[in-house]
């Protein structure tokens, strides 16, 4: 069965500083790549997305992410984070064409003025 | 638009109750999933439908899970006997039918159920 990694569970970044959040998955199939973030108190929200083509997805609010198969990776990342950013991210994979999102256990960002 | 909503936002049960919990999806979104989300956790599917068919039960945790959608727009997830371990939030998102580039899951505020 797939599965997802993110490797930071808690990150802390001052306002202006960059992000990189870790994101792998375990299937050699054809995938479907997502981040949803989730902002203090609010519901879960997509951020951006991968389907196919350029790898390097550009996302709302500045984010970004790049598809790098080779690494099973889908890494997201901000050049430079606000306050506003504190929030739960989740990296979702969907599979050889199914239906139902596969979650990592979320990275939670504090940043911090 | 409206997006999904979900009720009730809490529920406090004791062992051994029996629980609802509604999914109202986006107006003509065929397809809809329900996912658990334990604390500290990523949400893991449960189950899928689409429009009145229950495609893919395969996440429900036990026979204690039931879920249905009876006229393929509103959703009602039952727990029955509820247990400890069912303490989590609930989550339900709506969704069109498709495969292409503009597919994506929109998600409730989740129902935190709270057994105790």
Redesign the interface.
Known sequence: AQS?S?HNHHVILSEAASLELGCNYSYGGTV?LFW?VQYPG?????LL?Y??GDPLVKGIKGFEAEFIKSKFSFNLRKPSVQWSDTAEY?C?V?TG?G????????TQLKVEL | GAGVSQSPRYKVAKRGQDVALRCDPISGHVSLFWYQQALGQGPEFLTYFQNEAQLDKSGLPSDRFFAERPEGSVSTLKIQRTQQEDSAVYLCASSLLGLGVDYEQYFGPGTRLTVT
């Open positions: 997802v993110q479907n949803y609010q519901h879960l929200q997509l997305k389907f196919s989740f979702a969907r064409g239906n139902k999102l596969t979650f990592g256990t979320g």
